[in-house]
């Protein structure tokens, strides 16, 4: 893409810059694109002029050659002859992945108060290139102030719970992939991306820099895939080449999954469940939520039904229905009819007509103890657990997958089912392989079909949530560490079906409702991919 923009651009300039010259102007191209209301949407302009955040601005400006001196900063202006031989200046300002260890080289989060985080998302607004000169690897790497840094090559964008931490696995032990410092960098999501410096990104990706020229690296962050306010921009702007794997699975089976792990993770917590090992009980401020947030039937209805009550505009539901107005006001005739009209529209209406009158019948003495619970569950499964929050990353398989295709084209993506990486490990696993440009694996290494989970946040993640981390959920993040990949332990819970395909047994009504729920969603991620994934 780099490669086609310096094609095109002397072409362009040949129309361009007669008349800009002349007129004492250089002309700063961007691509068209969509105009973006925040600073989120980082990858919206090739080339940008300076400007604050939240200005989209023009897609093409001209600036006197005098301004040429406020673009200060690691780029340089930088000049070119097209093939008319007239020379031009490219005002465009260079991203540097080079800047002091103690602003963003570090692998730790104590870079809130550090002004050069604001000067890099200054930098990512204002430039359309990296520093230095693209190293002749199959990773993209750049040299600058005589330091290679590198970026990742290809992505596992996600979704969560679809069996990216196996392909992470698999894909590591390719002869030609270096793994990142942490399987789970996750600075293409807020609130990451604003605390960090593409800097402190590259440096996930520095053993890359010793490796062969052909050997890659790679960025497995599950979480990528529902960023949407940030990562498809990014990615299409600084990595238009990159490629992107995309695991999907069942939403019934994938929301099953996610609550499971919330569950193991709440009851991980030292402070949600206290005493020593082997005789840990909760404590008393959950134990009157715990039947309910531990039961996936329970945990269904509420998310079915908080999700459509915040996709027709009324606030979330709140296990204690703490809300006021919810509780002492009706829902709107508007609410209540766009409710009615969504998927599993009747069974939802009924599920929060229930709850509401379960909330208008409890004292302030009981909402209070509830609202605490809430609070400490929210915390201790790390928001695994929150209402609506398995459900939603299903049910937006379709609608993120959208979101990614105004900004990346489908031929970046090769989507994976997980049941079919079950089902037909050694042909998925050598399809990506292809997908990738990489060498064949030897047949030897794909015999070993092992599921693989994250079980601890060592190696996965380098940093915890503030909540998380007062919660002592499941250890510390350590950058760099070898540990938190286990083999999974859910088999036993799992029958296999004649598909050969493994699933939670799930109860009728609880299945009916999901069904339902999913069903339109599941429809439009169909006609996006133009096949059948076969849930
Ligand atoms: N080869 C294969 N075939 C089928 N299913 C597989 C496979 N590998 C992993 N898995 C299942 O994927 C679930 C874990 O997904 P992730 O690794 O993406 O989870 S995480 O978001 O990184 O925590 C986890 O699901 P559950 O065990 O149901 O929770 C794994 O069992």
Known sequence: MEKQRIATLPALVGVLTV??????????????????????????????RPRPIGDAGPSTVSLPIANLALFKGHGRAHSFTHSSG??????SRCLSLIKPESCGGSANMSVANCTRVVDDHKEQRQASRFCGSRVQRKNPCWRYLGREKCLPYFFILGEMKCGTT?????????????????????????????KQTTTWYASNFDSVVQAAKDVVTFDASPTTFNAQAVAPGWISKWLPDAKLLLMLRDPVQRTYSHFRMGVSWLKASKVCFSGEKGKRAPVPSIRLLLPNVTSFAWQARASV????????????????????????????DNVKSCILASPAGDAIHGIIQAWMKASEARTETEMEILNAG???????????????AGVLRSVKYADNLAGWLRKVPMTSFKIIATEKMETNYVETIAEVVEFLGLR?????????????CVSSKEGIMDELREEAKRAGVIGQGLAGTQGGVSECDSSDEKARGADGVTRYPID???????????????????????????W
Not at 34 to 48: H, L, T
Not at 440 to 452: C, D, M, Q, W
């Open 166 to 194: 196996t392909l992470y696995k698999k894909l590591s032990q390719h002869p030609q992939v270096v793994p990142p410092r942490n399987k789970e960098v996750r600075y293409l999501q807020y609130p990451k991306f604003r």
């Open 19 to 48: 008349a800009a010259v002349s007129a004492g102007c250089v002309m700063v191209i961007a691509r068209r694109r969509p105009s973006f209301s925040n600073s989120a949407d980082v990858g919206a302009w090739a080339i940008r």
């Open 508 to 534: 009728s009504h609880t299945m009916e409702l999901l069904t339902t729920f999913f069903k339109p969603s599941k429809e439009k991620l169909y006609k996006l991919l133009g096949r059948d994934m076969g």
């Open 374 to 388: 809430e609070k400490a569950i929210n915390h201790c499964s790390e928001l695994m657990l929150r209402p609506g």
């Open 86 to 91: 007239i020379r031009t200046v490219n005002a």
């Open 440 to 452: 064949p694996l030897p047949a030897s290494s794909l015999s070993e079909n092992k599921r693989f």
């Open 305 to 332: 039904a908080d999700t459509t009550l915040r996709r027709c505009g009324h606030a979330g539901l709140g296990w204690a229905m703490k809300s006021k107005p919810f509780t002492t006001a009706p829902i709107e």
